[in-house]
């Protein structure tokens, strides 16, 4: 099976528990280790995307298994963090904080678009 088959696999099954499956973290220590991790480098400091850098991450992150496995074994060009340099509890925190990311308001209720 290649890794996006096995991706997709991983999503699937994880599909609707998603956020609930995850471990307890904290989204303020979270934010600091997307900092320190340069997970923002590649993926924006809110997970915004970053282009041809990396995709966006929030709103509505990958369930946590889907997760975890992309930054435990990347299916392609990321950078891989082991347990070494990122605990499990480093992981947690850093999927709360990108959990606690709402989505900007949509651009017919900001009045200043409004008309465009
Ligand atoms: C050097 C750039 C880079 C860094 C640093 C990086 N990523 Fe990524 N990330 C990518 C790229 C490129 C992808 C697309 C898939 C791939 O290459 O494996 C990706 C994919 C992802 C995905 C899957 C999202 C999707 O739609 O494909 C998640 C989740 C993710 N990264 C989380 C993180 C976290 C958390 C960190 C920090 C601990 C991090 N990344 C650091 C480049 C990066």
Known sequence: ???TIMLAAVMLTAGTASAQNAPAGSAERGQKIFMHQ??????????????????????NPFP???FAQQVRKPR?????YSE????????????AYLVS???GPAAKDV???SGF
């Open 1 to 3: 099976m290649n890794k």
């Open 38 to 59: 340069m997970c923002f480098n590649c993926h924006g400091t809110v997970g915004q995307g970053g282009g041809v850098a990396g995709p966006k991450l929030a709103p």
């Open 64 to 66: 946590w298994a889907a």
């Open 76 to 80: 392609a060009e990321m950078t891989p």
């Open 84 to 95: 070494k340099n990122l605990s499990e509890q480093d992981l947690a925190d850093a999927y």
């Open 101 to 103: 990311i709402k989505p």
């Open 111 to 113: 009045p200043l678009l």
